[in-house]
Nanobody
Framework: QVQLVESGGRLVQAGGSLRLSCAAS????????MGWFRQAPGKERDFVAA????????FYADSVKGRFTISRDTSKNTVYLQMDTLKAEDSAVYYC????????????????WGQGTQVTVSS
C-alpha cells in the first residue's frame, strides 16, 4: 500500500521559513517524480514545485520561484520543500504527490497523494 505522509506545516510569520517533508512508502521511490501542490480554502489545488526521478530537474510555479526549493533524498524516500521569505498568500494546505510522468506539472499527472499539511503565514 502506497503512503505519502507530509509533515512540517505550522503557523509562521511573514518573512519566515519552513521546511516541509514528505515520506513515501510502498513504492519504488526512484521511479517516481515527486511534487508539491497547495490548496487554499475555496480555491483549486495549484502546482507549487516538482522534481524529476533523479533529482536532476526541478520545476517551480512563478509565484514561488526564487523562494522555494524542492529536493529529494532517495536514501530516505523523502521529498522536501524548503520555503523561505514566506508571504500571507502562501497559506494553504500543502500536498505531496508521486507521479510516473517525468515532468509532472498537472495534478492529474499524479498517481498518489498525501493527506496534506497546513501552512499558515501571518502578516
Amino acid at each position: 500500500q502506497v503512503q505519502l505522509v507530509e509533515s512540517g506545516g505550522r503557523l509562521v510569520q511573514a518573512g519566515g521559513s519552513l521546511r516541509l517533508s514528505c515520506a513515501a512508502s510502498g513504492l519504488t521511490f526512484s521511479r517516481y517524480s515527486m511534487g508539491w501542490f497547495r490548496q487554499a480554502p475555496g480555491k483549486e489545488r495549484d502546482f507549487v514545485a516538482a522534481i524529476s526521478r533523479s533529482g536532476g530537474s526541478t520545476f517551480y510555479a512563478d509565484s514561488v520561484k526564487g523562494r522555494f526549493t524542492i529536493s529529494r533524498d532517495t536514501s530516505k524516500n523523502t521529498v522536501y520543500l524548503q520555503m523561505d521569505t514566506l508571504k500571507a498568500e502562501d497559506s494553504a494546505v500543502y500536498y505531496c504527490g508521486a507521479a510516473q510522468t517525468w515532468a509532472a506539472l498537472a495534478s492529474n499527472d499524479y498517481n498518489y497523494w498525501g493527506q496534506g499539511t497546513q501552512v499558515t503565514v501571518s502578516s
